[in-house]
């Protein structure tokens, strides 16, 4: 069975995929809402983009309050 590879994205592209803020998205990830990011180098880090994606999934299936 094929599985697609992992990509890591930075964060650019996960502010494009959520529609968040930096610091938004910093908060999410110290209240253990959002997957941590992965050491990539020395000075550099990135989120697994399948994690991301199913963070999303998760969040936008959850009930909305109506008005």
């Known amino acids: 069975m094929y599985t697609q590879p992992t990509r890591l994205i930075r964060l650019p592209v996960v502010i494009e995929y959520t529609g968040y803020g930096k610091s ?8 253990g809402l959002l997957a941590a990011p ?6 550099a880090a990135a989120l697994v983009e399948r994690e991301i ?11 909305r309050k109506s008005r």
């Open 24 to 31: 938004w998205i910093y908060h999410l990830i110290n209240e």
């Open 38 to 43: 992965v050491k990539i180098s020395a000075c």
């Open 53 to 63: 994606e199913e963070w999303i999934l998760l969040t936008s299936s959850s009930p």
